[in-house]
């Protein structure tokens, strides 16, 4: 075996076509090889995947080994799977999100609960793995401190310090409706809770005729706090993003009529073809446009998954509810229920108008302090 898999990955750099590659695998499993279909994927990252940019036949055979096995539904595949995946994640723990998506969407909880157990040899990456296991898996409803063989690691007080320590270990009444992909051996898919669409949104009632006067108060802090959920599409895509907070006078007026005044770039008048747009919205809305636009990405990438989309997504509404970055999970979670929550569009040459469009605004419960966060990405 180990000679075939060899030939194998010394003959990849020659091939014009790599199907033949991936349909051996899969027949391979089919066969109940999983064993072969490991070693060859771990013969291939070890051979290429330290590459500043890899071949393309690399990548693509790679990633579908990658995904052949970890989403392969026999649960007797799955020790070959952490076996591929630990070797991968103790080089490039990123690559942990990937496959902890991967194998929640598609695997029995009971039959996860082995990716927590042993493992010392990746540590490091094994244990990221399992941090991100914990949150797909608590996003896809599972009670993960009542699960054998979870349970134990997740409650634990040993990475309480990690960055998903924070998040709670069952969905908040917020958490409403995540959109999660759905992978299959060749591919993936998920839809997308905002972009052009959202420009149907209904006028907010008028107000009373009088707008409030605003200072802005926009701080570096603040602006890469509520940046934390879209900030994937502007490192890694053709992002642009504003991000603006003020402080008002106690005088009354909608929200349509404010952000109106308010020298948004994203609605100056140059360019704006109709008035905004505004809709109240529930935080559960705000929460699913931003864990979306966090883990799957924008136009060009692939976003940062469910565990960390997660988290990026309650790090946004936490700064644009004002929450300071020391409070805890209830907090921000009480402080975001309190608020009021805004949707806002425009057909402004600012946003793209093709499928990543995000404009949102949150209002203090005394209508004294205002965030707003908008979001464009293209093709």
């Known amino acids: ?138 996003l896809r409803g599972e009670a993960v401190g009542d699960l054998p063989g979870i349970a134990p690691w997740a409650t634990s007080l040993h990475w309480r310090y990690h960055p998903l320590g924070w998040l709670p270990l069952h969905r908040s009444s917020i958490e409403q409706s995540p959109d999660l992909p759905s992978y299959s051996v060749h591919g993936s898919s998920y839809s997308l809770p905002f972009g052009p669409s959202d420009n149907e949104a209904s006028p907010a009632p008028a107000g009373d005729g009088r707008t409030a006067s605003a200072v802005e108060t926009t701080t570096p802090s603040a602006v890469a706090e509520i940046a934390r959920a879209v900030a994937n599409w502007a490192e890694e895509s053709n992002g642009r993003i504003e991000i603006r907070t003020f402080a008002l006078s106690a005088a009354s007026g909608s929200i349509a009529e404010l952000l109106s005044v308010l020298s948004l770039d994203c609605l100056a008048a140059k360019g704006r073809r109709s008035a905004p747009s505004t809709s109240a919205c529930t935080p559960s809305r705000v929460w699913q446009v931003l864990f979306a636009a966090a883990s799957a990405g924008g136009a060009y990438n692939h976003g940062l998954y469910g565990a960390y989309g997660r988290l990026e997504a309650w790090r946004s509404m936490a700064g644009l509810s004002g929450a300071p970055q020391t409070a805890t999970f209830a907090d921000v979670e009480h402080q975001v229920q309190d608020h009021r929550w805004f949707t806002f569009s425009a057909t402004t040459k600012w946003f793209e108008q093709v499928a990543w469009d995000i404009a949102i605004a949150a209002l203090s419960p005394d209508g004294r302090s205002l965030a707003v966060l908008a979001a464009t990405d293209t093709d």
């Open 1 to 138: 075996m180990v000679e075939k898999v060899q030939k194998i990955v010394g003959s990849l750099p020659d091939l014009d076509d790599v199907n033949s590659v991936r349909e051996m695998a899969e027949q391979r499993l089919r066969e109940g090889d999983a064993a072969f279909v490991a070693d060859l994927g771990i013969a291939l990252f070890r051979t290429y995947g330290s590459a500043e940019r890899p071949i393309w036949q690399y990548r693509s055979v790679f990633d579908s080994v990658f995904r052949l096995l970890a989403v392969a539904a026999d649960p007797a595949h799955l020790g070959h799977a952490l076996r591929l995946i630990g070797t991968v994640v103790s080089v490039d723990r990123k690559k942990a999100r990937y496959a902890a998506s991967l194998l929640a969407s598609s695997r029995a909880a009971t039959d996860l609960a082995r990716a927590f157990t042993g493992g010392q040899v990746h540590a490091g990456g094994l244990e990221e793995l399992r941090a991100c296991l914990v949150h797909e898996l608590v």
